[in-house]
């Protein structure tokens, strides 16, 4: 794994880098090592550079990205992960990892880092990931999150992606703080 460096303040210019790896790590295809992928599941982009930029501009959100801190690979994103902030309740979502990374321990790393980062301002982490997605659910439990019993429908009205199968839904796992 490369060394890593964290940070909590997201550039505007990083915007269009940080789309594409949220797109690629959620829908996209390549990567030997990817495990995370919806592609089979729902079609079209995860976000867009719009959307993206809407929520870090957000008072209740905060984007940390993981960069790289090797000689070779200069201030390259590796990944990022986001906080929406509700009362004693932080969710994390928009979590990616560049799919060429995946099983690489810059996930666990970075989502340890940001539950240590704001964990003085709430009671409860809380993740929202596809039912179908065995592979993400069984991460977060390793981690310490449990299932809660609370199932949504897939959200297409957030303009996120298409359900290839109209059942779809996301389930919610919650850890103490």
């Known amino acids: 794994m490369d060394t890593l460096r964290f940070e909590n303040q997201i550039d505007r210019s990083d915007v269009p880098e940080l789309t594409q790896l949220i797109n690629d790590a959620y829908r996209g295809s390549s990567g030997s090592r990817r495990w995370t992928s919806e592609s089979h599941l729902v079609q079209g ?20 990205s993981a960069r790289s801190a090797s000689v070779q690979k200069i201030d390259s994103i590796l990944g990022c992960i986001g906080v929406t902030y ?25 989502l340890a880092y940001a ?11 809380q993740v929202v990931v596809l039912e179908a997605n065995t592979r993400l659910i069984h991460f977060y439990q390793k981690l310490g999150y449990t299932l809660v019993g609370e199932s949504i429908p897939y959200p297409v009205h957030l303009d996120v992606g298409i359900p290839k ?13």
Do not use: M, W
């Open 115 to 125: 539950e240590n980062r704001v964990k003085s301002r709430c009671r409860h982490f």
């Open 165 to 177: 199968t109209p059942e779809l839904k996301l389930v919610v796992l919650r850890k103490r703080a």
């Open 45 to 64: 982009d995860r976000i867009s550079e719009r959307q993206l930029a809407d929520l870090i501009e957000g008072a209740a959100f905060d984007l940390i």
């Open 86 to 110: 509700f009362d004693h309740l932080c969710e994390f979502g928009t979590f990616a990892i560049r799919p060429d990374y995946h099983g690489s321990g810059i996930g666990k790393a970075l």
